[in-house]
């Protein structure tokens, strides 16, 4: 990617997050998430830590502001089981880190993969309802 293409695409991604909803952060959240931990696999299996380094630290700080953003009050029960959850996601991709596990990366995107779902299935007219 020329460094041309890379502003552009930066500039278009920073445009769509500041046009996009509480809902559709969210959701972007998760898939670049999820993103990142994929290429973290990937840099493993080619000896690329540094790589690996990069994407998992954003991946942890990415689940940081998941956690941030959980709203106790109204979400009860279901906020302290995703805050949790997130808690037990940072400190497996720590492991993973620091062993050089593809394993315990699936075994996180396992774990993520069904919130993503539940975010994704909320339904249009209720996603401006949606406290998290």
């Not at 497996?92 to 993503?116: F, G, M, R």
């Amino acid at each position: 990617m020329t460094h041309a293409s890379l502003k552009k695409y930066q500039q278009t991604t920073k445009s769509t997050a500041q046009q996009a909803s509480p809902y559709q952060l969210v959701a972007m959240l998760f898939q670049k998430l999820l993103g990142n931990i994929a290429t973290a696999k990937g840099a493993i299996s080619q000896s690329n830590f540094e790589k690996k380094g990069t994407e998992l630290s954003n991946a942890i700080a990415i689940i940081g502001v998941l956690e941030g953003s959980l709203d106790f009050k109204q979400g009860g029960e279901v906020s302290e089981n995703l805050a949790a959850l997130y808690r037990f996601c940072s400190e497996q991709l720590l492991v993973a880190s620091t062993n050089n596990d593809p394993a315990k990366l699936e075994e996180v995107i396992q774990i993520l993969l069904p919130i993503k779902a539940g975010w994704d299935s909320i339904p249009l007219e209720t996603q401006g309802q949606v406290s998290f």
